[in-house]
Structures are given as C-alpha cells and as structure tokens.
C-alpha cells in the first residue's frame, strides 16, 4: 500500500527525529517553487494526491501567497495546510476553507525569543550602545569615543551624530551624545506594551527585570487572577490612544490587520511624552512610517526599533540611514529551537489529522 504524500514548500531539518519516523509514515514531496506557471500545473500534475502541505516560513510567499487561482488549483485530496509560522499573511485561510481544507498555524512557540529581541531594541533605545560601539570602531580609544561623541550633535534631519572636533578639556563621562540627547537607564521608566498575549507577557516579564514600569493594551483586560499570575504590576489601559501620554517607550507586539493598520500614526505620536521610543516586533503596517519619520525629524520621537516594516521586504532608505533607528530583519524568532520546534509542531499536526483522525492543534480556518 502507497504512502500518503505530503508536499513540503520548504526545507525541515531533516535531521530531527521526528522528521525521520515521519518519513517513514508519508511519501515526502520536497518541492521548491519556481513559478506559479509551474505550480499550477504541477498542482494539476504530478502533485494532483498530495494529502497535506507543509509551509515553512516563507511558504508560498515567492508567487504571491495561496491566491485564489493556487487555491482553485489544489487538488481534491488535500485535507490541511500547515504553517511554520504564526502569521497568517499570504496563507488563504478563507480560500482554503471554502474548499474545505483545514488550515494550521504554530502557536507562538517563538514568543521568548521574539522577547529577547525586544530587550535588545529597548536598551539601545536607551542606552545608544550602537553610535558608541560604531564610534569607538572608528577611533580605538575609550577616552576620544567619548569626547567626541559628548561635543556630537544630533542632526534630526538626517538621524545622523555630527561628530564635531574633540577639543574639550573636560573630562567625557559618556551620558549624553552632544548637548541635546541624553543617555538614559530604562529604570523607573514606562513601557506601553500593545498587544499582551504569548508574546507580550513574555516581553513584560523582560522589561520588568530592568525594572521598568509595565503598561498593556489588550481588547479585553486579563483577568485579576490572570495579573497576579504575572508575579509584578501592571495597569492596564484600553486602547494606545489612552495609554500615550505616559508611555516612554511603546512596544507593538499585535497582528496586522485592518484593525491595525496604521495604529501608530501622528495623532498617537503628537500624544507621548517628548521623546518617546518605539519598537514594532508585530507587522510592519501597524506603523505608518511616514508619521513615524516626521516625529524623529521633529524631535517627538528620539528612537525607533524595528523588526517588521510597511512594504516588506524593502525597506525605507531613510530608516536605513538614521543612527537614531535600529533596524533587525525581520528576525524576531529566529532561532534554531524555534526553527526545529515549529517543524515538529507541523508535522505532528499533519500525522494526528492524516493518520488518526484527530481534529489537529492551532487551527485557524
């Protein structure tokens, strides 16, 4: 009797072994997408008895996601559709439910790393480690990076330190870049988290430990057994626009959606406190970057950190430049932990619906 055939658009670690017992259990059909020309008629093809697709992150992004035409062309036999990641982006979840195929996603497996990100962006956005680190390359010497980064000025223009002569007789501690930016500890400072599940908590807990204050956004408020089990305070506030005046530094750790498309605009901004930080770890819509650069250029903002971006994967030219914006690819859960983890969640789905007849775990259609 024949195996039953799983497409795989993109590569698992085929080492794990749960891969390897997998295999053992379904024909595995590595694929790799060349044209949608071609995955169309493949799909009619040689794919027409695949039971069940296995979407690693980039999934069918390289031909436009699952559109409806990739949808009408999957063939009778595909019971489900898995996805490594979270995000639902490009996925036809409604498309593929109108046929009646299952779609899975993986639960925020990689929420501790996604965390860990937001640490780093929120100490640079205190701290400015990375102008001294890129300084101190530059001249070799703990004194003169110092000095000149004490006589810089910051132009907000261009987010660029103008590093001026080092002829000053006092001696550079090193709290502050020229005479406009301060170099602060996020201690005692507020944190406004948007978005508060998985992944949210698990950036409180962080924030918390370098001793900042934690607000949330949440649609509905945790419950008061939910806080306590957080093991610190929390306040919690119902929208960003409320929450705006006395956040020193907003985290979005939401979706995008049509809800939030754009959440963080100029009226949010015109609303913080002078100089307030931002971090976007969720979907890059959720920031309109042209109001985000019009509150670095005005002073309003005095950093940004971002993970995810508007028109990704380009990036605004002017993001790149600006020393007073940190910029990561998009690599928030980007570990080989989450990698293997999200694999093996994917499979397991993929052999409990197709062998056992279970219902799966993490459906979203």
Not at 106 to 111: I, K, Q
Not at 163 to 192: M, Q, R
Not at 249 to 270: A, F, K, M, Q
């Amino acid at each position: 009797m024949s195996k039953p055939q799983v497409l795989f658009i993109g590569e698992p670690n085929r080492d794990l072994p749960e891969f390897h017992e997998f295999s053992a259990q379904f024909e595995c059909i590595h694929y790799k997408i060349t044209s949608k020309e071609t995955l169309l008629e493949d799909l009619r093809g040689k794919l027409s008895k695949v039971v069940a697709v296995y979407g690693s992150w980039l999934g069918f992004h390289p031909v436009g996601g699952l559109t409806e035409d990739i949808v009408q062309a999957l063939p009778d036999s595909l019971k489900l559709v898995t996805s490594c990641s979270v995000g639902l982006d490009g996925w036809g979840s409604e498309q593929l439910a109108k046929r009646g195929i299952k779609l899975y996603n993986c639960p925020s497996l990689g929420a501790e790393q996604v965390a860990d990100l937001v640490l780093y962006h929120t100490l640079q956005s205190f701290r400015y480690f990375k102008v001294f680190e890129d300084t101190f390359r530059e001249c070799g010497h703990t004194v003169k990076t110092r000095s000149l980064l004490q006589n810089a000025s910051l132009d907000k223009r261009t987010g660029k330190v103008v590093l001026n002569s080092d002829d000053s007789s006092e001696y550079a501690f090193g709290h502050t870049l020229g005479d406009s930016l301060p170099i602060l500890t996020p201690f005692g400072k507020n944190a406004v988290i948007v978005g508060f599940g998985s992944i949210g908590s698990r950036i409180a807990k962080r924030l918390h430990a370098i001793g900042m204050n934690i607000s949330y956004v949440k649609r509905t408020r945790l419950s008061s057994e939910q806080e306590a089990q957080l093991l610190f305070p929390v306040k919690y506030y119902a929208s960003l626009k409320e929450a705006a005046p006395v956040a020193d530094l907003v985290v979005l750790s939401l979706p995008g959606t049509s809800e939030t498309e754009n959440l963080y605009n100029r009226e949010i901004i015109d609303l913080l406190p002078h100089r307030s930080r931002v971090i976007n770890v969720g979907r890059g819509t959720i920031v309109n970057e042209d109001d985000l650069l019009a509150g670095l250029r005005s002073g309003q903002l005095s950093f940004a950190g971002l993970d995810v971006y508007a028109k990704e994967p380009a990036v605004s030219k002017e993001l790149i430049e600006r020393q007073d914006v940190i910029l990561t690819p998009h690599i928030g859960s980007s570990t080989v932990e989450n990698f293997n983890d999200t694999s093996i969640f994917c499979l397991r789905n993929i052999r409990d619906v197709i062998l056992h007849g279970k219902e799966g775990l993490s459906r979203v259609n």
